[in-house]
């Protein structure tokens, strides 16, 4: 079985600005990124972004707009030598419905989990809210957390 360190994408991975991201502009990767997940994968870990983008829901940005993003992202990874397994994201919000896969609930992880046998006990969630927290004890693996934009590498002792 693998093992994953999944990420909360804003705040963890890219600056949180109070406000949803989603202009390449504003998509700026925090601090000391790279050398973290460099590290999580010479452990052995493998990589997968979890994020909520309720701002597709409330019609302030499309797909196309979240895909563009994640596309830059794995560029940059990719250039750096870091293979990212996958990116989850919820488009949905509350006003106006229900879904199951929005953090705090921990569909988008078991979907994860499951798809790429996945021990959860040896998995890790690095988040910047309480909702990540939720979802990923929910789910069964470690989790920490972070404050917004804190550099990972803080934590990297944290990841076993
Ligand atoms: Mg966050
Ligand atoms: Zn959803």
Redo the contacts with the bound molecule.
């Keep these: 079985m693998n093992k994953a360190v999944f990420l ?5 991975i890219n600056q ?1 600005r109070g406000h949803y991201t989603f202009g390449l502009d504003e998509f700026v990767i925090n601090e000391r990124l790279i050398d973290a997940l460099k590290a999580f994968v010479d452990k052995g870990f493998m990589l997968i972004v979890i994020t909520n983008q309720g701002g597709i829901a409330k019609g302030l940005y499309t797909h196309r707009d979240v895909e563009i993003l994640h596309q830059y992202l794995t560029k940059v990874l990719t250039e750096n030598g870091i293979p990212l397994t996958e990116i989850y994201y919820c488009p949905h919000h509350p006003d106006t419905g229900k879904c199951l896969c929005r953090k705090p609930d921990s569909l988008m992880l078991e979907k994860a989990i499951a798809r790429f046998d996945i021990d959860a006990s040896k998995s890790y969630f690095i ?3 309480e909702r ?1 927290i939720i979802a990923g004890k929910a789910a069964g693996v470690k989790t920490i957390l972070i404050e ?1 934009n804190t550099p990972l590498t803080t934590i990297i002792n944290q990841v076993l």
């Excluded at 909360?8 to 963890?12: A, L, S």
């Design positions: 909360d994408r804003d705040g963890v949180e988040g910047d809210n990540d917004s």
